[in-house]
């Protein structure tokens, strides 16, 4: 991905699933993205915060930017959908890639087998529908719903998608606050970053790096918190 330049500055995250590896033989995801919280990384033009990259069997790298260019590509590359196996194959990999659109790093998103339904068209092709459900953890909730149609020889002509996540907690000051005068401010503090839990781990190392030892040993004292009560 050095063509992209400032790609480099974001977090690399392999985009893996065995759905996705069966649809697309060959092909490697990634997602990169850059921190939201608690001050927004600029990515450098023209990627955004959320960004997939394909790499293919030849070695080159595509940027998939949107919904938009993810429909492109399945059309593109997926081979002729004509069993309900490679059907329920394809409508889980749409699910777990087009999540990375909606994500900010504090979303887990699943997709439960018997949430992909397919079923046959009047025109002899299969229509196939699937959910991506958010874990309802730190009050983040909602799903992402998708529908893709395929025609007798396999070919996709349509995607529907509609999605609606909510977001819960996400870092702003919390960390800084762990070691306040106002008892009723660190108990706010520690509260959030508890509801936040593994996913804020990221965000407290980074606070972590710049902090004095007091509140160093009181970020180490509330992700051992975390650790413990499996948060």
């Known amino acids: 991905m050095t063509e992209f330049k400032g790609a480099e500055g974001g977090q690399v995250i392999p985009v893996a699933d065995d759905a996705t590896a069966r649809a697309f033989r060959g092909y490697s995801f990634y997602a990169v993205r850059f921190r939201q919280y608690p001050i927004p990384q600029m990515p ?28 492109q590509f399945f059309r593109e590359t997926l081979a002729p959908i004509r069993t309900k196996s490679v059907a329920r194959d394809a409508a889980t990999a749409w699910l777990r890639l087009t999540e990375e659109f909606h994500q900010d790093g504090f979303f887990e998103f699943s997709v439960a087998r018997d949430s992909v339904r397919v079923a046959p068209t009047e025109t002899r092709g299969l229509h196939v529908t699937g959910k991506a459900a958010v874990t309802p953890h730190g009050g983040n909730m909602g ?89």
């Not at 990627?47 to 595509?62: A, C, Q, W």
Request: charged letters at 25%.
């Open 44 to 71: 450098p033009v023209p990627l955004t915060s959320n960004n997939l990259f394909v790499v293919k069997p030849d070695g080159s790298v595509e940027h998939l930017r949107d919904g938009a260019a993810l429909e």
């Open 143 to 231: 799903e992402i719903v998708a529908a893709l149609t395929f025609d007798e020889a396999g070919k996709l002509v349509k995607v529907t998608e509609t999605a609606k996540v909510q977001k819960g907690v996400r870092p702003i000051c919390q960390a800084t606050k762990l070691l306040d005068p106002d008892q009723v401010v660190r108990g706010m503090a520690e509260e959030a970053i508890l509801v936040m839990g593994k996913a804020a781990q990221g965000y407290l190392t980074e606070q972590r790096a710049k902090a004095s030892p007091a509140l160093q040993h009181a970020i180490d004292r509330i992700w051992r918190r975390i650790l413990a009560e499996g948060r």
